[in-house]
């Protein structure tokens, strides 16, 4: 996926399925290289048994190259974690990762589904309100490594008509 021109996450055949325990180690070097104050396998580890977690990676060539960590609370839910690794970014992936979240949520009854963002993230806030996320309120210091507020994102989800 690194070299050459960009395709869609379509050209390159992308698999999200449930992760597990054999993902853990690509999912924490993801983490490390997409986040300054980054998770620890450990605490990924937990989040495999966790009924109300829904940890997905996204699989290219039988490897990881992203993940998402979607927290239930039914009606809310988190939208804790999506990343894709830098080598893997600008095919689509996190996009399918966001649709793939959206979709599992929606199923599990989700009403309101928010998540975090680093107010500097303009690329991670112009692809969450592209389905239909909006600002919700801002959480000042949030994130550490360095300091800077979070923005807090909203997206109401209907059933869907069937």
Do not use: C
């Amino acid at each position: 996926m690194g070299g050459g021109a960009r395709t869609s996450a379509d050209a390159v055949k992308i698999v999200l399925r449930p992760a597990n325990g054999e993902d853990l180690n690509s999912i924490s070097v993801i983490e490390r290289l997409a986040f300054s104050d980054p998770w620890s396998e450990a605490s990924f580890a937990g989040l495999l048994s966790g009924q109300r977690v829904r940890l997905t990676v996204a699989e290219a060539d039988h490897a990881v190259v992203g993940y998402s960590v979607l927290l239930l609370a039914t009606p809310d839910a988190d939208l804790a974690n999506l990343a894709v690794a830098p080598a893997a970014r600008g095919f689509g992936i996190g996009r399918k990762l966001l649709d793939g979240v959206v979709k599992t949520a929606r199923g599990a009854g989700v009403e309101y589904m928010y998540l975090e963002v680093r107010q500097s993230n303009a690329r991670a806030i112009a692809l969450y309100e592209s389905v239909g996320f909006r600002p919700f309120s801002v959480r000042r210091k949030y994130y550490r490594e360095p300091v800077e507020d979070a923005h807090v994102l909203r997206l109401e989800l209907r059933p869907e008509a069937g």
